[in-house]
């Protein structure tokens, strides 16, 4: 495999633990809020400085006892077949590994929750499925959404569900709805929403939404879950 990024160190990526990050390439989504457009479009693809598996891999023995995990985010990690080769060279070096995942290849995270390869799964759900095509674009069935909110829901691998608060295209009534949808679960998270670099150039200047509101929503849908933030 090769990424598009490693950030060596990380105290808030994977919840408890110290951990490095890396970036896969490739994503099948077209969110227009997206913050890693360098790891979406293929245009930008090409111009991204890459890293390879054998670097990260000797990065990561060479902070073994100082590092407890690796998170493994994007683009959409299971979109490369080569992952689950990549992560059993991760955890035969001890390390535990969370997953970043839009959900949309449910039968390969089924293998690698099955095949013991990952810790934790954080899984963006964006909207109620029935918006999913503003990000979808077509290109993947919502059935597979579908199918790994309930994969997760079954809780063999530890896992959490988020939502970013997205300006002009995500609703209070959108929340509640995937509220509904994905309770009961342990963790819930609410997103800032980060302008500043965005894939559709529109959504770099909006301002998220209110704090007020957002927290409002918060303690609102807080009893549905263990747990519950905003991020």
């Known amino acids: 495999m090769f990424f598009g990024g490693l950030q060596r160190t990380t105290l808030v990526d994977y919840p408890g633990k110290i951990a490095a990050t890396v970036f896969t390439?490739?994503?099948?989504?077209?969110?227009?809020?997206?913050?890693?457009?360098?790891?979406?479009?293929?245009?930008?693809?090409?111009?991204?400085?890459?890293?390879?598996?054998?670097?990260?891999?000797?990065?990561?023995?060479?902070?073994?006892?100082?590092?407890?995990?690796?998170?493994i985010t994007g683009g959409e990690p299971t979109m490369h077949l080569d992952l689950a080769d990549f992560l059993r060279r991760v955890k035969a070096l001890g390390f535990k590994v969370k997953l970043d995942s839009n959900g949309s290849f449910p039968d390969r995270l089924k293998k690698l929750i099955n095949q013991h390869l990952v810790d934790y799964i954080a899984m963006d759900v964006k909207f109620p499925l029935e918006k999913y095509v503003l990000v979808t674009k077509g290109r993947v069935p919502l059935e597979n959404v579908r199918k790994s909110v309930d994969l997760l829901k079954q809780g063999k691998v530890d896992y959490e569900f988020r939502t970013t608060l997205v300006p002009?295209?995500?609703?209070?009534?959108?929340?509640?709805?995937?509220?509904?949808?994905?309770?009961?679960?342990?963790?819930?998270?609410?997103?800032?929403?980060?302008?500043?670099?965005?894939?559709?150039?529109?959504?770099?200047?909006?301002?998220?939404?209110?704090?007020?509101?957002?927290?409002?929503?918060?303690?609102?849908?807080?009893?549905?879950?263990?747990e519950c933030a905003l991020r």
């Open 25 to 71: 390439m490739g994503c099948n989504f077209r969110c227009p809020y997206c913050h890693n457009p360098e790891l979406v479009l293929p245009e930008l693809i090409k111009k991204q400085p890459k890293i390879s598996e054998a670097e990260v891999l000797k990065f990561l023995q060479n902070r073994q006892g100082l590092l407890e995990g690796l998170c």
């Open 168 to 226: 002009k295209i995500l609703t209070k009534e959108d929340v509640l709805q995937i509220v509904e949808w994905i309770k009961p679960a342990p963790k819930y998270f609410l997103q800032r929403f980060r302008g500043k670099k965005t894939l559709d150039p529109e959504f770099s200047n909006l301002r998220g939404w209110p704090e007020e509101e957002m927290r409002s929503l918060l303690e609102e849908i807080k009893p549905n879950f263990k």
